[in-house]
Every structure is written in structure tokens, then in C-alpha cells.
């Protein structure tokens, strides 16, 4: 349930156009502390595969993704019009991430030409 822009039971505001390095470092911070960043950005993004995976190490991947990803739709305005996909998503803040970085060097001047 959102309330006010908050999504409640993560303690964060949404997504939306405007507050994306916020929202990332709530998020983050979020998955960092339910032991769910590294199915996200760590080194458990694909499940355990193979002989040395076990079932129960398969079902605790398969769960921690499922809660990161529920986090991660829950927090996302709900005034977009459709869902993006898991990808348009990624792509979006990885555009978002790289413009960030260009404007951070970026001076703006006012009418008395000081910075």
C-alpha cells in the first residue's frame, strides 16, 4: 500500500521522476539489510546451478529474489502508465545513474555570474 508517496512496510518514498539517488540509496539500503543485495547488485544474481547446488540453497535464492523483486515493484510510481519490464527498468536507472554523473561537474550561473 502507498501512502502519501510512501511505500508503507519499506519506509521509502516511491519512484518517481524526480528523487531517483534518494530512492536508490533507500533502496539499496533496504536490500542491504533483508540480506537481499546479492541476488540485486552482489554475487548471487543468477540461481545456484549444477552439482554443487543443493535445493535448499535454490529455494533460498529463488525467495530472496522474489522478496528483492517485490520491493523493487512495490517502490515505483504508480502514475506510470504500464509497468516497465524488469529490463526497461534497469535501463531506465542506469540512464538515470549516467546522467547524474555528467551533470555533477555542471556549474550553473546566476544573473550576477557567480556559481
Known amino acids: 500500500m502507498k501512502s502519501m508517496g510512501r511505500v508503507v512496510g519499506l519506509g521509502m518514498k516511491i519512484l518517481n521522476q524526480s ?20 541476488v540485486v547488485g552482489g554475487n548471487s544474481t543468477t540461481p545456484p ?44 536507472l542506469a540512464s538515470q545513474e549516467s546522467l547524474a554523473m555528467q551533470m555533477s561537474g555542471v556549474k550553473i550561473n546566476d544573473d550576477s555570474g557567480s556559481a
Open 19 to 38: 528523487n531517483y539517488r534518494l530512492w536508490k540509496s533507500c533502496m539499496e539500503s533496504y536490500l542491504v539489510s533483508g540480506d537481499l543485495w546479492d
Open 49 to 92: 546451478r549444477g552439482n554443487a547446488a543443493t535445493p535448499e540453497e535454490a529455494n533460498e535464492w529463488t525467495r530472496k529474489n522474489a522478496k528483492a523483486e517485490f520491493a523493487l515493484k512495490r517502490s515505483i510510481s504508480s502514475r506510470w502508465a504500464t509497468q516497465p519490464s524488469l529490463e526497461e527498468f534497469e535501463n531506465l
